[in-house]
């Protein structure tokens, strides 16, 4: 089973960007519709973008469209996700996740059961 492994996050002011990054270990990661989500204090963890096997295709929520780019390089078993215009309620823990579903509509967390540890990114107004 794939491991995951968060980084990039920090603090940022808002319009400013980040990229994030997971790392996977295992040699199963290609397999794997990968996902972001995101958990802000006393909130339910909260989906962000989707990415298919191969890259092909991506989903976001309404809430991050246009702003963030979510990209895959299964040669280096990598995920990254791009955030630009980052807005004060862009705060959160942010977690990388693989799942075996093929919909990437299918946005609740227990679609995804391989989770990272989440790194935090806070964004201030």
């Keep these: 089973q794939v491991q995951l492994v968060e980084s990039g996050g920090g603090l940022v002011q808002a319009g400013g960007s980040l990229r994030l990054s997971c790392a996977a270990s295992g040699r199963t990661f290609s397999s794997y519709t990968m996902g972001w989500f995101r958990q802000a204090p006393g909130k339910e963890r909260q989906f962000v973008a989707a990415i298919s096997r191969g890259g092909l295709h991506t989903y976001y929520a309404d809430s991050v469209k ?50 990272g540890q989440g790194t935090q990114v806070t964004v201030s107004s």
């Design 66 to 115: 246009g702003r963030f780019t979510l990209s895959r390089d299964d040669a280096k078993r990598a995920l990254y996700l791009q955030m630009n215009s980052l807005k004060p309620e862009d705060t959160a823990v942010y977690y990388c996740a693989a799942g075996p579903l093929w919909d990437l509509t299918r946005t609740t967390p227990d679609e995804y059961n391989v989770w």
